[in-house]
Antibody, heavy 123, light 108 residues
Framework: EVQLVESGGGLIQPGGSLRLSCAAS????????MNWVRQAPGKGLEWVAV???????YYADSVKGRFTISRDNSKNTLYLQMNNLRADDTAVYFC?????????????????WGQGTLVTVSS | EIVLTQSPATLSLSPGERATLSCRAS??????LAWYQQKPGQAPRLLIF???NRATGIPARFGGSGSGTDFTLTITSLEPEDFAVYYC??????????FGQGTRLEIK
């Protein structure tokens, strides 16, 4: 069974750093497109970053230069290093795999998703 | 940045009725659109990709259509479990990838 489990969220002061983890099972992270998507409380969805199987990465402008997406192949785990956090980074952070249909995989159609981890940036 | 506008914001219907949800893009995105369903306290679930392709395991009552700037998600006969928030998402000329603001489908 394909499963994604996020961890690492919590309360952090503005300007602080946090690293989120997304442990995968049932598939190999390094062979897939992997994303982070966030959702502020009571709000809509915002794509954050993607890492390709090749290691190529892309970021939303709102996090570029502050967040880094990476993976540990030996642990089959995806990460999001978040630095210089701001109040508007407060959200539930989901990891999501790029969806694979019967014919191909797509980097930024998102499925499946993890259950999310809440990051609260506040003093 | 491509802006997606969903309408209506809230749709009140009864089980068994037909639901029609709209998503309009600020510029043409060909067929680069997906639909997601999100229930309270849960992660979203992919329903439709490339405007009209159902994702694996999605019931046939969910259908997507449209191209260019106007897209529709249709649920032909609502089941109790279909009442949720629905988001559209585009991936044309990304990044950035953008989502609509959501349509809440509620029981009348």
């Amino acid at each position: 069974e394909v499963q994604l489990v996020e961890s690492g969220g919590g309360l952090i002061q503005p300007g602080g750093s946090l690293r989120l983890s997304c442990a995968a099972s049932g598939f190999t992270v390094s062979s897939n497109y992997m994303n982070w998507v966030r959702q502020a409380p009571g709000k809509g969805l915002e794509w954050v970053a993607v890492i390709y199987n090749t290691g190529t990465t892309y970021y939303a402008d709102s996090v570029k230069g502050r967040f880094t997406i990476s993976r540990d192949n030996s642990k089959n785990t995806l990460y999001l290093q978040m630095n210089n956090l701001r109040a508007d980074d407060t959200a539930v952070y989901f990891c999501a795999r790029g969806y694979c249909s019967s014919t191909s995989c797509h980097p930024v159609w998102f499925d499946p998703w993890g259950q999310g981890t809440l990051v609260t940036v506040s003093s | 940045e491509i802006v997606l506008t969903q309408s209506p914001a809230t749709l009140s219907l009864s089980p068994g009725e037909r639901a029609t949800l709209s998503c309009r893009a600020s510029q043409s995105i060909s067929r680069s659109l997906a639909w997601y369903q999100q229930k309270p306290g849960q992660a979203p679930r992919l329903l439709i990709f490339e405007a009209s392709n159902r994702a694996t395991g999605i019931p046939a009552r969910f259908g997507g259509s449209g191209s260019g700037t106007d897209f529709t998600l249709t649920i032909t006969s609502l089941e109790p479990e279909d009442f949720a928030v629905y988001y559209c998402q585009q991936r044309s000329n990304w990044p950035p990838i953008t989502f609509g603001q959501g349509t809440r489908l509620e029981i009348k």
